[in-house]
Structures are given as structure tokens and as C-alpha cells.
């Protein structure tokens, strides 16, 4: 029998050691390195012979005559979760759903298992529901299709027989954190089972061409192992954003291997499951004071399209010797490296002051061209005047104060009339490109004049710097 062995297993990012350690040197985070004893008790029996591929033969073929036929897509049923597979899921492949317990994950996947475009079986695997549990989740959300089978079983040998037996044409396992491999001794929910039942089910989903959806927690303190260990294993990976409190729900690919990555799509949480949203900016923008300090509103690029959100900025005396800088929705190092610039260059006296910058409704915006406004909304904070509420501000700040040019200008721009913005403060250095897409879009008027007389364009106000962008802004006479 294989001798077995003791390891220490990071929950978080999958690092193995010998001994255990408080900090995993890895991920760096703090105490997540779980004791996994390892020893193999059966023989290699299920696991293909490592000279077979996928589909069990040794065949060696030049790329023009492997077959694509089988390659087909078909449509979740939900517009916005295909436009994040990049076009509805692909026959075998993995798909990593994560996010935090309670954030809405069973809950989509039971809608999709409603939904999914597909003839045939849908199994969905629950361990972590019982099956009237589910079929009362399945009640609230209107869901009657006899198409779907239920399982509560939790080995792995025991799913990939009832896979084998029944060969759905959609499985959903919720989630890999209760399954186990009867193979190996370690809990349900360590690393080692996450990743070998994991990769029992990479082999499945290619073997039968098999779309698999398996469900990830996300949880904070490691003791489960989290998507992170299993990102590299699976096809796409998708995650929740979001607040959990909050009724909006946002998701986004982190990898694909079958369409882009970084499309964010959105969802309302009502008591009937999770609905799509189409237009997020208006209803990001919408409840936002009007022309109250400290409040911007800036276009960012999600995926392929622009979302407009608000930036809040407030300021307060601090009562710390070191000044709080607290970002929700930013990078707090950008936000002080912002806050240099433009202490820098107004000598605010910032250091004796707390700065709140918040993105409202919870999504998170690592782009550049978000700098002017949170610079901006900050000003406007500090001298306590607002910026007119029908303007939009895009731009990347440098370290000198020179505000540097944006890209996807088309994406930004196209919707801000629908929205009613009437000014958009935006880079110099991107004036030929909007000359140009201001003469693409008044042909395009032009030729079908009516329907799309709406798109007329804001008055452009193109900034070079960062104390023009305030002079601007704040002159009296706007
Ligand atoms: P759930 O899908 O169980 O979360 P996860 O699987 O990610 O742990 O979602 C649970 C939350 O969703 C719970 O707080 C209640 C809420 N919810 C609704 O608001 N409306 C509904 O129709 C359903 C089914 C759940
Ligand atoms: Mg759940």
C-alpha cells in the first residue's frame, strides 16, 4: 500500500509545505494552511492511462482533420450569463461558478437549469440542499421543468456513474466543496478533493462532451479551499461581485478559454430569483443626488461595453495621526497616490483630513480613465461645490498632473446623450479620435435621420491638465 503523507495545504491558493506556517508565503494570507493527510487508497482504476487522451484513443491527427462539429454552443437561456461565457456554454466544457455563500449562485444555476436551450436531461447535484429543499427553491422561482433530476449524492464515484448512467446534456454540481473522492482519506472541502474530484469531472465533461457547471464558496478564512485552487483546471471561471446585502448582483469571467474575458453582467435579486439587467447605467445613475458635492459621474468599459457610474468623494478632519484613506470600489493605493497629485498641486491640506471615495452600487473599477473623477469628486468634496449633474468626466491623471488620453472613446461616449449628458471633460490628446467619431455618427444621422437623431453628441471640453480640468469645472460661469 503507498506510504501516506502529511502536508500542509494553503485553503486560499492551493501552496503546499511540510510544516505549518501562520502566513502562507504564497497568497500571503493569514492562517489558511490546513494539515492534509495524503495516501492514495485505491489503485489508479477510473483514471485514463496516461498515453490515452480525452476520447480514450492514442491518436495523433493534424488540426485540419480534427472534426469542430461537436464544438457547438448553445444558449443558457439567460442573455447576460451567455454574454459572459462569450456566447452560451460550449459541449464539454468546465465552468467554475464562485462567489460568496448566500450571493445568488444556486439560484441562477437552477434558473439556468430551467432555461438552458437544450433537449434532454439537466442534472443538478446538490450536497449541500436536500431535494425538497430544492424543489422549494424551485416553487419560488416558478420552475416546473420535469427535465431536471435532482441528486443529493456527494462521492464523486457514485455522480460520475448516475453522469454516466443518465448523460444530461447540462450537469450542475453544487458544490465541489461538499463532494469527496472516495479515493482519498482527506475531508470533503480540502484541497486535495477539491482537486481530485475536480479533475474526475474535467475528464467526464470531455470524455461525454458534457457542459459541467460546478459551484465554488469563496470563503475568507481558508478553512475550505476556495476557486482559487481550482482557477487553472477548469475552462471558464466566473465570479459574483458585489454586495450580498445590496439587490444588485454582478458577474464576471476571470478566465475563458472559449470567448473573452472581463465581461461583467448584471442581475436584480427579487423574490422570484435573480433578473437580468440590460441597461445598468440608468439604473446605476439612478437615485443619485443632483448637483450635491462630492458626487461625479464617470463612463468605465466592462467587458465590450461602457457602464456609467457615480464617484462619491467626503472628507473629514481626522482624529488619527496617520489620515484614513478608505476606497470601496477603487485601489486604496491609487487612491493615495491620486491624493498626492493633488495635494501636490492645490495644497489642500489633505493630511489632516479623512478621504471616503466610494463607487455607488458596489462594482469594482480598476481602469485608469476613472482618475479625473475621482480626483474631481474629491475637489468638489473639499470646496463644498457641486459639479452640474449632467456632466461626465473620463480621464487618466500622470504624476504631473497631465491628464493622459483614454481608449474604447466610442463605447464611452455613444450613450451619455441617452443619459443626458449635455458636457464630457475629457483628455486632449483624444480630440482627433472624437472628430472623427462625431463625423461617423452625424452621417450615420444623417442617413436614417429620425431614429437616431437621439445620439447627438455632449459638448466636448478636452483638458490638459489636471488644474484645468478643476478651473473648468468649478469656474463660475457653468
Ligand atoms: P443562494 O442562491 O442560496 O446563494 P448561494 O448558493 O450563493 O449560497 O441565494 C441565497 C440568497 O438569495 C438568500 O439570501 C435569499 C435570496 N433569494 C432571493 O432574494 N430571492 C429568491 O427568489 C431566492 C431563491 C433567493
Ligand atoms: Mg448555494
Redesign the pocket.
Known amino acids: 500500500m503507498a506510504k501516506s503523507k502529511t502536508l500542509f495545504v494553503c485553503g486560499s491558493c492551493g501552496y503546499e509545505a511540510q510544516g505549518w506556517m501562520g502566513r502562507c508565503p504564497s497568497c500571503k494570507e493569514w492562517n489558511t494552511l490546513v494539515e492534509e493527510k495524503i495516501h492514495p487508497t485505491g489503485d489508479k482504476a477510473g483514471k485514463p492511462s496516461a498515453h490515452l487522451n480525452w476520447s480514450g484513443d492514442s491518436g495523433v491527427r493534424s488540426l485540419s482533420e480534427v472534426s469542430s462539429d461537436h464544438q457547438i454552443r448553445f444558449s443558457s437561456g439567460i442573455g447576460e450569463f451567455d454574454r459572459v461565457l462569450g456566447g452560451g456554454f460550449v459541449s464539454g466544457a468546465l465552468v467554475l461558478v464562485g462567489?460568496?455563500?448566500?450571493?445568488?449562485?444556486?439560484?441562477?444555476l437552477?434558473q439556468i437549469c430551467d432555461r438552458v436551450h437544450r433537449d434532454g436531461k439537466i442534472l443538478y447535484v446538490s450536497g449541500?440542499e436536500s431535494q425538497t429543499q430544492i424543489r422549494m427553491?424551485a416553487e419560488?422561482?416558478d420552475i416546473r421543468t420535469p427535465s431536471i433530476l435532482l441528486s443529493s449524492l456527494t462521492s464523486f464515484e457514485d455522480i460520475s456513474l448516475i453522469i454516466r448512467e443518465h448523460e444530461p446534456s447540462l450537469c450542475v454540481i453544487?458544490?465541489i466543496q461538499t463532494l469527496y473522492s472516495e479515493e482519498l482519506s482527506s475531508a470533503p472541502g480540502s484541497v486535495s478533493q477539491a482537486r481530485e474530484v475536480t479533475a474526475g469531472l474535467l475528464r467526464i465533461a470531455k470524455s461525454m462532451m458534457i457542459p459541467i457547471v460546478i459551484?465554488g464558496?469563496v470563503t475568507k478564512d481558508g478553512a475550505l479551499a476556495g476557486p482559487k485552487v481550482l482557477e487553472h483546471m477548469v475552462d471558464t471561471v466566473i465570479y459574483?461581485e458585489g454586495e450580498?446585502s445590496g439587490a444588485y448582483r454582478m458577474i464576471r469571467a476571470v478566465k475563458n478559454r472559449f470567448g473573452a474575458t472581463g465581461e461583467l453582467a448584471f442581475f436584480e435579486?427579487?423574490?422570484?430569483?435573480?433578473t437580468e439587467i440590460d441597461d445598468a447605467s440608468s439604473l446605476l445613475l439612478s437615485g443619485r443626488p443632483i448637483n450635491a458635492p462630492g458626487s461625479v459621474i464617470t463612463a468605465t468599459i466592462e467587458g465590450s461595453r461602457s457602464v456609467f457610474v457615480e464617484i462619491q468623494a467626503l472628507l473629514s478632519p481626522t482624529s488619527f495621526s496617520v489620515p484614513q484613506r478608505m476606497a470601496q470600489g477603487l485601489d486604496r493605493v491609487r487612491l493615495g497616490m491620486l491624493l498626492a497629485i493633488l495635494e501636490k498641486k492645490f495644497s489642500l491640506g489633505l493630511m489632516n483630513t479623512d478621504a471616503y471615495v466610494n463607487v455607488v452600487g458596489g462594482l469594482r473599477i480598476d481602469e485608469r480613465s476613472s482618475d479625473l473623477a475621482v480626483l474631481t469628486a474629491v475637489y468638489s468634496a473639499f470646496r463644498d461645490i457641486p459639479i452640474r449633474s449632467d456632466t461626465l468626466v473620463f480621464g487618466e491623471v500622470g504624476l504631473t498632473g497631465e491628464i493622459r488620453p483614454v481608449n474604447f472613446l466610442e463605447k464611452r461616449i455613444i450613450e451619455s446623450r441617452s443619459l443626458g449628458f449635455q458636457y464630457c471633460v475629457l483628455p486632449s490628446a483624444n480630440k482627433q479620435i472624437i472628430e472623427k467619431i462625431s463625423k461617423k455618427i452625424s452621417s450615420n444621422t444623417r442617413d436614417k435621420s429620425a431614429e437616431n437623431a437621439i445620439i447627438a453628441l455632449p459638448e466636448f471640453i478636452f483638458v490638459d491638465s489636471l488644474s484645468e480640468a478643476i478651473d473648468v469645472l468649478f469656474s463660475s460661469d457653468r
Open positions: 462567489g460568496e455563500p448566500g450571493i445568488g449562485k444556486s439560484t441562477l437552477l449541500e427553491r419560488r422561482l453544487d458544490s459551484v464558496h459574483f450580498e435579486m427579487t423574490d422570484k430569483g435573480l
